[in-house]
């Protein structure tokens, strides 16, 4: 038979304990994202000046190709969720 725990009150948080082995494989993941980004953003500044010259546009309009890319690039990561 499931039993079914109930908290105190609105004032407990709820705690998840994850084990080592978790805490490792998320930070080797947050460590590889990080990374794939940062070699992402910095091939997109680096043929950023090739994408201006063609689409016509002056630096600081390009500068804001990198800005958008950074922004949807944030929005469009979903949280991760512990299932």
């Keep these: 038979m499931t039993e079914i725990a109930q908290s ?4 407990r ?26 070699y992402t953003f910095d091939s997109v500044n680096l043929v950023l000046p090739d994408v201006a010259g063609t689409l016509g546009l002056s630096a ?3 500068s804001w190709l990198l800005t958008i ?3 949807t690039l944030f929005v469009g990561v979903p949280p991760a969720e512990k299932v």
């Design 8 to 11: 105190a009150g609105p004032a």
């Design 13 to 38: 948080a709820a705690t998840t304990h994850f084990s080592p082995a978790d805490t490792r494989g998320f930070l080797m993941g947050l460590g590889l994202a990080t990374g794939m980004e940062f």
């Design 60 to 62: 600081d309009e390009a």
């Design 69 to 71: 890319y950074s922004c």
